[in-house]
């Protein structure tokens, strides 16, 4: 079987996200950056299964600029085995357009398993995985929480949905997105991050595509959230039940 | 304009984030209706019916859709949409929304607008971005909207109606790659942790899970949901679903009490459109009490026993 990792680069999850003052975007620079960590849960299951042997190659994609080459390479070092970028100068593109180019890339691959984070932390839309199983015409196991191979060439998928999980029984090829609790990611030790410079990263230009990557969604302005009014301090547990009933009115 | 609202249920009952759509499509166009699909549903239909801004509810009912499978649903609904003019679908913005709704999207060469928090204008929308910490403005240049929307920020619609129903059927061949195996539904008689009117939380602060019990005794008499920080969880303290945060469940409950919490940056991406927030928390200086409606400072292990009396 081969695996198809989509992986994200995007604003490191413990850095705090500055608006810029002309209300453009976030503030980018300077900023350290990482593998959206929805995909870095996707990498580790495919390196899990290969090493079950359920998997035998997989391959590290991702969309974006040239610095997403870093973010390829720390998908190797988990143990990726090969990678690819599609390269563009655009700073992000839509749900739609990364999930048209996905299909691109798996009509050529052919994979068994394309796999990829729930959401991405940036942009928090939740789509792509969708998309590509759409396109692709495969079945989706959204917000999967365990894994299960079975030898008729079925996957069974537990789901985190509202409420509880769900489990759905999905043929390969199929399109899997990770949630939270699929797995804990491994550390790169020091020898895999060598290694990881070896091995092939494939660069393709975005334009060769022939993808329209128009956006169409506009950003018109990105603003801070509303700020939570200050609140006060209660001396005693009767004064804060006092305020919960009588001033908020939530008791 | 007219807007198609797509209609959460389990068979039984309409989901509350359906009704809190409906309200977001009225705030679009005063053309809204309805879709549901499923199988058995002639108690949803009662319910729904009731619902105001509702022109009409089409249903259809069949075996394919007695398991929410995105599959099946994005299909038959984009089926449905195809031969009518609706210029908005919208869904709740919950895992049944969010598995489905992108399919359709893509269905209809659609770039969806994810979780919108507040409708400008019949294309432009807000949103919020990196959990919440930046809210964007966004403008769709699509013919049709779809939309997924966070039911907690639109008040559910009032049940004062008689809505016509009619009843559809589907042509559409079983999927046969994918298939419904079970669904285990947490087994609590507490509310669930995103639709519930207060939630109560422990940090690292309650020390082990046995201490958790000092929040259960308060959670069973205000009927609140229970949640842990991040820092609780990965404590081992109680499970990986109780998180609330960035990484977690987001939640907007009436009252959020938060009880030996810090107020890590992730915990309060997933708290701060509660209405209220109430925090206990022995360090004065934690961050939490900035984000908190009304803070006490002290030891929890004193104070939750006689919040518990007081209720």
Known sequence: MKALVCVKRVIDYNVRIRVKSDKSGVETDNVKMSMNPFDEIAVEEAVRMKEKSQIQEIVILSIGTDKSQETIRSGLAMGGDRGILVKTDKEQLEPLTVGKIIKAVSDKEKPDLVILGKQAIDDDCNQTGQIVATLLEIPQATFASELKKNDDNTLDVTREVDGGLETVKVNIPCVVTTDLRLNEPRYASLPNIMKAKQKKIDVLEIGSFGIDIKDRLQILEVNEPPERKPGIKVDDVEALVNKLKNEAKVL | ?311
Request: aromatic share 6%; net charge negative; proline share 3%.
């Open chain 2, 1 to 311: 304009m007219k807007v198609l609202v797509i209609i959460e249920h389990d068979n039984e009952t309409v989901k509350q984030s359906s009704f809190s759509t409906i309200t977001a499509a009225k705030e679009i166009s005063d053309s809204v209706e309805a879709i549901v699909l499923g199988q058995g549903l002639d108690s949803v239909i009662d319910e729904l019916k009731k619902s105001d801004h509702l022109k009409k509810i089409y249903k259809i009912d069949n075996e394919l859709f007695k398991n929410p499978l995105a599959e099946n649903l994005s299909n038959a609904i984009q089926k449905f949409a195809e031969g009518s003019d609706y210029t908005h679908i919208l869904s709740p913005s919950s895992t049944f929304g969010k598995n489905m709704s992108p399919k359709l999207s893509a269905l209809m060469d659609v770039q969806q607008i994810s979780d919108i928090t507040k409708i400008i204008s019949d294309d432009t929308f807000e949103r919020p971005i990196y959990a919440g910490n930046a809210v964007a403005k966004v403008k769709s240049t699509d013919q049709i909207k779809i939309i997924t929307v966070r039911s907690t920020c639109f008040e559910p619609c009032a049940l004062n109606s008689s809505v016509d129903v009619e009843s559809l059927t589907v042509n559409l061949d079983k999927n046969n790659s994918v298939s419904f195996v079970s669904y285990d539904k947490s087994k609590s008689d507490r509310p669930e942790l995103t639709s519930a009117k207060i939630v109560i939380s422990g940090g690292r602060g309650m020390q082990n899970g046995e201490n958790f019990r000092l929040l259960e005794g308060i959670a069973d008499k205000l009927g609140a949901a229970m949640g842990a920080s991040r820092a609780a969880v990965d404590a081992g303290f109680v499970p990986n679903d109780w998180q609330v945060g960035q990484t977690g469940k987001i939640v907007a409950p009436d009252l959020y009490i938060a009880v030996g919490i810090s107020g890590a940056i992730q915990h309060i991406a997933g708290i701060k459109d509660s209405k209220f927030i109430a925090c206990i928390n022995k360090d004065e200086e934690a961050p939490i009490f900035n984000f908190s409606d009304y803070g006490l400072v002290g030891d929890l292990f004193e104070l939750l026993p006689k919040l518990e009396e007081k209720l």
